[in-house]
């Protein structure tokens, strides 16, 4: 009997002139179909390990990026000792740690001095290329001042990070349109912390002071949450600068307070809070008087006798001299009468003439006929000019609350009468000013209540659990709904083809399932009878295993038929 097996159809003279049917001819293969449960499982099983390797991973934060590499490996050595987990990115080049460490790395390397490299400053002007233009170099210039002014504020405890920016104009001969330079400042403050007055103002003179013809006002400071730390002179300042004031009165006091009670009630049984009125005002005042009685001040005027000589002595000495000019004859004369000091003109009153003197019953000058003068007198005048400053007290207020220990008795009136002295004595209340001090004693509510600790969901371990738990949830997703409905697939094949074989095997075509030798041989009609492809395939499989010969033959033949 012939054997002949029907060749099959040509799918294609190129390998890969049509991808989409080679993968469609892959897959129709036995053997891949029945493999093909077990690589989707693989598969799912693999990205189940990848998400939950990913998801239970913490979340990285940049700790620093472009260091050296010896940087570099003194900060990988140094986390590593401390307990932390430090990670090298290489695509960004950048030293990674887990979110919830970064805060106590920075801690560590801060205190071990590492990195010890910085930003290049002028060492920019180093790798400045030969032939560069002059306004290349004034940039490169600009921008390792602003580099070196940068690291020098970056040295103050409060500040983390530091930028300066420059405007400096070019220079010109004219003088009205010369400008002073200006600089603006960015700050980045470490967490909790600020800067006083004082830093500020360092800052600001720090900066002043490395540009030339740059002054204070010209610097403004801005620190990153966009507030502005430098303010100018101006209403605003003055305003500022009373409330501060304000609050250092206040302060004071409140601190005189805590000394004398926390020794009698003990710490944290009790509050004190102050309110001061100050005035901060600045007056001045003038003021002027006078004194009825004055003071003869000069007297100018001659007298005349009865024979009409004049007493009044000749000019003398050299016209024009005010010195060195000899005194001349000592003569007696009578002065004439004063007139009292009430009724003596002021000064600049006209020459008035004399009274004649009278005739008997007195010591009156008979050989003065008569008299001229002109007196000037000085009035009494006080001049006082009294200046308030600022810092008084008008009026000033306190509140005190005392903790009722629980367990304990109230405190009686004359317990809270004897604070209430002594608060008034510590801050020196006046009943002029009408300050009041109230002092009362109250049941505090726990702390507990007051203020908690933060919310659960934001500390660490919280996002550490929802990382797991979501990486967990995945993965038995992943098991039931991918996994267990490829295993009953797989499971249900092997069934059914344990329950082909058991068929062959009744029909005489296949192995019986012992594993030993078929019962009967395969021949040609057994090779047509089959119903499907397994059928078909097990049947070709008996029959090659059973007539090698002739299936090396039906082999050659199909060969032969494709080469023709």
Do not use: C
């Amino acid at each position: 009997m012939a054997t002949q097996l029907t060749p099959m159809p040509d799918t294609g003279t190129e390998p890969f002139a049509n991808p989409v049917k080679q993968l469609n001819g892959m897959l129709a293969q036995p053997a891949v179909r029945r493999s093909l449960p077990m690589i989707l499982m693989v598969g799912l099983i693999a990205s189940a390990a990848l998400a939950w390797f990913t998801l239970s991973t913490p979340t990285q934060k940049t700790l620093y990026s472009g260091l050296p590499d010896s940087d570099k490996s003194a900060v990988i050595s140094a986390l590593k000792a401390g307990g932390i987990t430090g990670r090298l990115d290489e695509s960004t080049d950048a030293v990674t740690v887990p979110e919830g460490d970064y805060a106590k790395a920075r801690m560590l390397l801060a205190g071990q001095g590492l990195p010890k490299s910085a930003p290049a400053g002028y060492a920019i002007l180093d790798n400045m290329p030969m032939g560069t233009s002059r306004a290349v170099e004034g940039e490169r210039l600009r921008q390792a001042r602003e580099t070196e002014l940068a690291r020098s504020i970056e040295d103050i405890d409060a500040v983390s990070e530091a930028r300066v920016h420059l405007a400096v104009p070019e220079n010109t001969v004219f003088v009205r349109d010369n400008a002073s330079p200006t600089a603006s400042v960015v700050l980045k403050l470490v967490g909790g912390r600020s800067l006083s007055d004082a830093q500020v103002s360092s800052i600001i003179n720090l900066v002043a002071s490395s540009v030339p013809g740059m002054k204070p006002e010209g610097v403004t400071i801005v620190d990153q949450m966009g507030a502005l730390l430098s303010k100018p002179d101006g209403p605003g300042a003055a305003n500022d600068a009373r409330i501060r004031f304000q609050n250092q009165v206040e302060q004071k006091y409140r601190d005189q307070l805590t000394t004398l009670l926390t020794p009698i009630v003990g710490a944290g049984n009790f509050t004190a809070e102050v309110s001061a009125d100050v005035n901060l005002d600045d007056t001045s005042s003038t003021r002027e008087s006078y004194d009825k009685a004055g003071a003869l001040r000069a007297e100018q005027g001659n007298w005349t006798s009865k024979d009409g000589a004049s007493t009044s002595p000749p000019p003398r000495g050299i016209p024009g001299a005010l010195s060195n000019t000899p005194p001349g004859p000592t003569t007696v004369t009578t002065p004439p009468a004063q007139p009292a000091a009430g009724a003596t003109p002021a000064a600049g009153a006209t020459p008035t003439p004399a009274a004649t003197p009278a005739t008997g019953g007195g010591l009156a000058d008979t050989s003065k006929a008569s008299d001229e003068y002109a007196r000037a007198y000085d009035l009494g005048k006080e001049v006082s000019v009294t200046r308030n400053a600022p810092g008084g007290l008008k009026r000033l207020s306190v509140a005190v609350v005392l903790r009722d220990v629980e367990g304990s008795k109230p405190r009686s009136p004359v317990e809270l009468q004897q604070i209430t002295d002594l608060v008034r004595s510590a801050v020196g209340a006046d009943q002029t000013r009408n300050d009041q001090v109230t002092v009362i004693s109250r049941k505090f509510v726990p702390p507990a209540t007051v203020a908690g600790g933060p919310a659960f969901y934001e500390s660490d371990w919280f996002s550490m659990v929802i990382r797991n738990v979501t990486a967990i949830v995945i993965a038995v997703l992943v098991l039931l709904f991918g996994v267990r409905p490829l295993s009953k697939v797989l499971l249900k094949k092997r069934d059914e083809a344990n329950r082909g074989s058991r068929d062959l095997a009744s029909l005489g075509i296949g192995a019986p399932a012992g594993g030993g030798r078929i019962n009967a041989p395969v021949g040609i009609d057994a090779l047509e009878g089959a119903q499907n492809f397994d059928d078909r395939l097990g049947t070709v499989r008996g029959f090659t295993r059973d007539n090698p010969a002739r299936a090396a033959l039906a082999v050659r033949d199909m060969i032969k038929a494709d080469a023709r």
